[in-house]
């Protein structure tokens, strides 16, 4: 690049820098960055790396105005290298340049993985979509996911299994350790399974179990300082005589005992907030 299209090039002057005059300009002093300036874990030099849009020769070759150790106009704006420090390959800059599309980009979930999905993704890892290798970004956003509505379903299958057994047994006492064993499996699931903080499925629980658990919420409610939780009662469309026998009792019973109160959730009263 010729000493004019370098003049051309640093037109604009970066605030904070003051050059030497020209007629010393062959003997000034290398112009040392603000080390605040630095992109952590980008490399060494004192340069930021541009956050927008990373050119493929960004720093690959050294400022003449540094190389005769006149003062850069463009600050640490330049997009030559300071120094051998600030000397970066074509492969360092598309490669960060890949990794900053690839953050932006990865915000929802692949159609191919939520519960309408296929399981499979035509795009694999060249997808713009998160995706279950993605770790916490899928993770974040699991109850969503088709593996989470499999599982799921294969609980509830489980819970029905033996509320069949349970019903048709003629002893009390294994009906009581099958009613004690699908209580005690929808706690698990909710502890193992979270769709969210502070939100519980009564699903598939008895109306004395789901009593219990939600005593017992509200006691760990109190006792961590949780002003509100969610309880997924359903609306009874799968209980005897589709009668929602647990939203009704927490309602009935519940509402307004020693200050908790149970509210339908506005556009799906089969939820009902909880607040202590």
């Excluded at 299958?157 to 019903?167: G, T």
């Excluded at 209980?239 to 959730?265: C, M």
């Amino acid at each position: 690049m010729s000493s004019a299209a370098v003049a051309r090039q640093g037109a604009v002057y970066t605030s904070g820098y003051s050059c030497p005059a020209p007629s010393n300009m062959c003997n000034a002093p290398i112009v040392v960055c603000r080390t605040t300036d630095v992109v952590p874990g980008s490399y060494s030099g004192c340069s930021p790396v541009p956050q927008a849009s990373i050119p493929w020769n960004w720093k690959t070759q050294l400022c003449h105005h540094f190389t005769v150790g006149a003062c850069c106009p463009r600050g640490p704006n330049c997009q030559f290298a300071h120094g051998i420090q600030e000397l970066r390959t074509v492969a360092q800059n598309r490669a960060m340049k890949e990794q900053k599309t690839s953050e932006k980009r990865k915000t929802k979930l692949c159609a191919n993985f939520s519960k309408s999905g296929s399981g499979v993704c035509p795009y694999e890892h060249r997808c713009q979509f998160i995706h279950p290798s993605d770790g916490e970004s899928y993770r974040a956003l699991f109850s969503e996911t088709l593996e989470f509505d499999r599982m799921l379903k294969q609980h509830l299958a489980e819970c029905q299994s033996l509320h069949a057994q349970r019903l048709q047994s003629p002893d009390p006492n294994e009906r009581q350790r099958m009613e004690d064993e699908i209580n005690m499996k929808v706690r698990v699931w909710n502890f193992s399974h979270p769709k969210k903080n502070n939100y519980y499925d009564l699903h598939a629980m008895t109306t004395g179990g789901a009593i219990k658990y939600v005593l017992d919420i509200i006691n760990h409610m109190i006792s961590n300082n949780i002003p509100q939780s969610l309880l997924e009662t359903g609306r009874g469309n799968h209980s005897t005589n589709n009668f929602p026998a647990i939203r009704t009792f927490l309602l009935n019973n519940l509402n307004g005992f020693n200050g908790v109160s149970f509210v339908p959730q506005l556009g799906n009263d089969g939820i009902l907030e909880l607040t202590i």
